[in-house]
């Protein structure tokens, strides 16, 4: 007789929690886009990078019973002081959504801002194909998600703050307000 559980595995509330948890504190949440002269491209990134190889194999079982697959590869650093670290990348439509629609109530501030963007895209997107032009709307979204990464350290380089430090006051003093 089967085993009739593997069939039908999903992930726990505990897991859901988790993986939350580890995307919230430790993930990145973002779009990336590549203009050329024939096509403009935006697809959503979603990244957790760690140096524990276990923690990388923990995201991806969780993602696997949601029935996501993402990509995972490791980066040597050239230096020996820094240890090897590995990235869980996932950028197909579907599998953003699925995720999302799954953890996105959890995360909070600025995670859970991008992850609404975010799905807002996806869902526009998810029923087009790739030759599809993007709509004002569209577009916008993705404007909305780089004017607010102004000033936020990317690879190294720091843009200009006063944008994102305004968008995060306004954010705190209504949390505040809450309290």
Same mark, same amino acid.
């Given at each position: 007789? /089967? ?21 919230? =504190? ?15 491209? $935006? ?6 990078? &760690? ?6 194999? +923990? ?8 029935? $996501?697959?993402?990509? $995972?590869?490791?980066? #040597?650093?050239? +230096?020996?002081?820094?240890?090897? &670290?590995?990235? *869980?990348? #996932? ?12 953890? =996105?109530?959890? *995360?909070?501030? /600025? ?6 963007? #975010?799905? /807002? ?6 029923? +087009? ?9 569209? *577009?916008? *979204? ?5 004017? +607010? ?10 843009? &200009? $703050? ?7 006051? /306004? ?9």
């Amino acid at each position: 007789m /089967e085993d009739e559980t593997i069939d039908n595995q999903q992930a726990t509330d505990l897991e859901i929690g988790w993986l939350a948890g580890i995307i919230d =504190g430790e993930g990145y949440i973002g779009f990336s886009r590549q203009n050329s002269k024939k096509v403009r491209s $935006i697809r959503p990134d979603i990244q957790v990078v &760690n140096c524990d190889p276990d923690v990388i194999l +923990k995201i991806r079982k969780i993602l696997n019973i949601m029935g $996501i697959n993402p990509y $995972i590869r490791e980066r #040597m650093h050239d +230096k020996k002081k820094f240890s090897s &670290n590995y990235i *869980l990348q #996932m950028s197909r439509f579907s599998h953003v959504k699925k995720l999302i629609d799954t953890i =996105g109530h959890l *995360l909070t501030g /600025e995670k859970q801002k991008r992850a609404k963007l #975010m799905i /807002e895209l996806v869902n526009s997107r998810i029923i +087009k194909t790739k030759r599809d032009r993007y709509t004002d709307y569209e *577009l916008s *979204l993705v404007d909305t998600y780089f004017d +607010k990464m102004k000033g936020v350290k990317i690879r190294g380089n720091t843009h &200009n $703050i006063g944008s994102l430090n305004d968008y995060q006051t /306004e954010d705190r003093a209504l949390a505040l307000s809450k309290v």
